[in-house]
Antibody, heavy 113, light 110 residues
Framework: QVQLVESGGGVVQPGRSLRLSCAAS????????MHWVRQAPGKGLEWVAV????????YYAESVKGRFSISRDNSKDTVYLQMNTLRGEDTGVYYC??????WGQGTLVTVSS | QSALTQPASVSGSPGQSITISCTGT?????????VSWFQQHPGKAPKLMIY???NRPSGVSSRFSGSKSGNTASLTISGLQAEDESDYYC??????????FGGGTKLTVL
């Protein structure tokens, strides 16, 4: 069945970096655009970034532009989110998503000194 | 990109039907049939309930249905059950190649 499994979260100090991964299975990964979405504690859902099915195009939310980078490896059915210069407001659960697929459990990122 | 507009809360009694609206613009909801709805219980990950306006993923009850008219999408839950009490979010693809979410609606089953 379709499955998305996020990993790579943790506690990190402000200004440091972290790379998240999302492993996909159960569908033709290389045919789908992939998104990252986050949710701060007690808040709603916020879109973060998208990458085209073939990696040819990428778009970012203004709040992360210039600090975050999305990439993918279609040979590994995995999408990544490289997060640099992290801030406290980046704290939250990060989910990967694609059209019509159930979401995974997410991975928690906590930015704190 | 402004968030989609959802009512903060809705309520209904068991067995009744309720509808949650999601209002966007001609740059998002009005432009594409890429509206999704998610259910989120406290402490849990969002669960996809509806995608591409009207499609239900396998395993989602047929009591949940979606529709769209112009710049407004709607989620209807029929035969309301206690387990439906949850937060609901809508999302839409946009003409800027991004996704935008609604602020969420808290459904209370009376």
């Amino acid at each position: 069945q379709v499955q998305l499994v996020e990993s790579g979260g943790g506690v990190v100090q402000p200004g440091r970096s972290l790379r998240l991964s999302c492993a996909a299975s159960g569908f033709t990964f290389r045919s789908y655009s992939m998104h990252w979405v986050r949710q701060a504690p007690g808040k709603g859902l916020e879109w973060v970034a998208v990458i085209w099915h073939d990696g040819s195009d990428k778009y970012y939310a203004e709040s992360v532009k210039g600090r975050f980078s999305i990439s993918r490896d279609n040979s590994k059915d995995t999408v990544y989110l490289q997060m640099n210069t992290l801030r406290g407001e980046d704290t939250g659960v990060y989910y990967c998503a694609t059209t019509g697929a159930p979401w995974g459990q997410g991975t928690l990122v906590t930015v704190s000194s | 990109q402004s968030a989609l507009t959802q009512p903060a809360s809705v309520s209904g009694s068991p067995g009744q039907s309720i509808t949650i609206s999601c209002t966007g613009t001609s740059s998002d909801v009005g432009s594409y049939n890429y509206v999704s709805w998610f259910q989120q219980h406290p402490g849990k990950a969002p669960k996809l309930m509806i995608y591409e306006v009207t499609n239900r993923p396998s395993g989602v009850s047929s009591r949940f249905s979606g529709s769209k008219s112009g710049n407004t999408a709607s989620l209807t839950i029929s035969g309301l059950q206690a387990e439906d009490e949850s937060d609901y979010y809508c999302s839409s693809y946009t003409t800027s190649n991004t996704l935008v979410f609604g602020g969420g609606t808290k459904l209370t089953v009376l």
